[in-house]
Nanobody, 124 residues
Framework: QVQLVESGGGLVQAGGSLRLSCAAS????????MGWFRQAPRKEREFVAA????????SYADSAKGRFTISRDNAKNMVYLQMNSLKPEDTTVYFC?????????????????WGQGTQVTVSS
């Protein structure tokens, strides 16, 4: 069982930066691949970024490449999403998720555990 709690969302101007954090409970955190997704109202959940259990492999959505960086600290049971050059279209709720499959996946159905989400709002 893994419990996830996101933080770090907020209001930022276009072009600004935010760092989202995801705190995970459980001693087996390092066995999970981790992902970030986002979902706007009345829209499907969208993959943003993912990282393997070791941190050695990452994957990004095209919309995130070059602007967002996912990282993890297994000693602290933390996953991060550094978001730079934010755009108004990045405005939505961001979710952290854990996948026991350990390899990087861009599909939300592979992820078994989800956080409650954190709101990111980018003003123009």
């Amino acid at each position: 069982q893994v419990q996830l709690v996101e933080s770090g969302g907020g209001l930022v101007q276009a072009g600004g930066s935010l760092r989202l954090s995801c705190a995970a409970s459980g001693r087996t955190f390092s066995r999970y691949a981790m992902g970030w997704f986002r979902q706007a109202p009345r829209k499907e959940r969208e993959f943003v970024a993912a990282i393997s259990w070791s941190g050695g492999s990452t994957s990004y959505a095209d919309s995130a490449k070059g602007r967002f960086t996912i990282s993890r600290d297994n000693a602290k049971n933390m996953v991060y999403l550094q978001m730079n050059s934010l755009k108004p279209e990045d405005t939505t709720v961001y979710f952290c998720a854990a996948d026991s499959g350990r390899v990087v996946s861009t599909h939300d159905f592979h992820y078994e555990y989800w956080g409650q989400g954190t709101q990111v709002t980018v003003s123009s």
